[in-house]
């Protein structure tokens, strides 16, 4: 009769309907023993605001440029967080991100880098090719005295101009020249070409991989990248990463942090709790009036459970996005390791060392995935292996 007790016991407690996503670390087997320390990514995107992901303990924003009004910050001014600010504080994270509000579990894989963020979204949420432009003026001129090694791109011109004369596209071919890698997204439709950075012949495009948010590489597919032959015979995407339940941060207080806290809570509480509680913070939630004094058990459960699913929600602080704007803050994360381990790496040195460890998908063509997925651990290894070979032979 006891153990019977104990058992009922046991089965009171729900598991948690949050939905468990993989830190990016272990879901990539990576190598942390290089963090990004003393490496810079300039990060050209919409906006951004100061997340602790980035400021706390430490802050690791080198500068803030605006591109489009033409300021620049030492870091982003303090604002209401507004709709252009969420993409680029997120591939942020995702490229630099140390986990702060997560106690470290959703880190980025250069964790120690620091960060230039360019911002280039209006107040009307367009990006123009006028202000990427300015943007990558912007690095190019202030790469030397910020320490800038990688820059990573996920905005898009407007024009479907893929010749070396387009603005942006030239641009980034200087950088390139200029010894910095340029990474970026290439897009997420694949029914259209690849518009500028994404064809610049020189940048690393990347596409996306969906590995199902699993620690097997066997299931894993294409994620629908933008992929193609541009009109200078160049391939594109370069390689793939993962693009799809990638962890990233919401903006905090907002309401939609504000909703997820409150969902997690109640999620996490016991029977009498949730009933407890529920009037005090559903209210928070876009879970209808209804609920708020409902004493069903079971219904308030499954609303917050369709609500979670709905809405991607892994952690109070976290949600899963998609897309190649994320795949390539991966790629510039794992670039800012490979130079940590050496600085005298080319970017040319990198490419050739990403594709040659990249592992192609079965049954995927080679134009939608390049050299195929990103291989993290190995492309480190590679150039550990290389740096003490050279130095073996000027010894």
Known sequence: MKKRKELEKFESVRPSAVRPVLPLPVRMHADVSKSGKGVCIAMIDSDFVQH???????????????????????????????????????????????????????????????????????????????VIVRALQYVKQHAADLGIRVVNISVYADEMDQSLEHPVTKLVEELVTQGIVVVVAVGNNPMIPIRP???????????????KNTLSDTDSDMYHSTYGVTNLGVQKPDLIAPAIYLPAP????????????????????????????????????????????????????????????????????????????????????????????????????????LKRTAKPLTNTPDLAQGAGVIQQRYALQTVRRTAVKQAAEIN
Request: aromatic share 6%.
């Open 250 to 353: 919401v903006l905090p207080d907002t309401k939609t942090q504000k909703e997820q806290s409150a969902l997690c809570a109640l999620d996490a509480m016991n029977d009498d709790m949730l009933l407890s509680c529920a009037p005090s913070l559903l209210p928070y939630t876009s879970l209808p009036v209804s609920l708020w004094t409902s004493r069903n058990v079971s219904e308030i459960r499954n609303a917050i459970q369709e609500c979670v699913e709905a809405n991607h929600i892994a952690s109070a602080w976290y949600k899963m996005v998609d897309g190649t704007s994320f795949a390539a803050p991966i790629v510039a994360s794992i670039v800012a390791q490979m130079i940590e381990a050496d600085p005298t790496l080319t970017p040319n040195q990198v490419a050739s060392i």
């Open 52 to 130: 602790p992901d980035l400021c706390k303990p430490d802050n690791r924003i080198s500068a803030y440029y605006d591109a489009v009004e033409d300021v620049y910050y030492a870091i982003p001014p303090v604002v209401t967080p507004l709709a252009r600010h969420w993409h680029g504080t997120m591939t942020a994270c995702t490229a630099a991100g140390n986990g702060y509000l997560s106690q470290g579990e959703f880190s980025s894989l250069a964790p120690e880098a620091n960060v230039v963020l360019v911002r280039t979204m209006n107040e009307k949420g367009r990006i123009t090719t006028e």
């Open 197 to 211: 950075p994404g064809s610049a012949p020189n940048a690393l495009g990347v596409g996306g991989v969906n590995d």
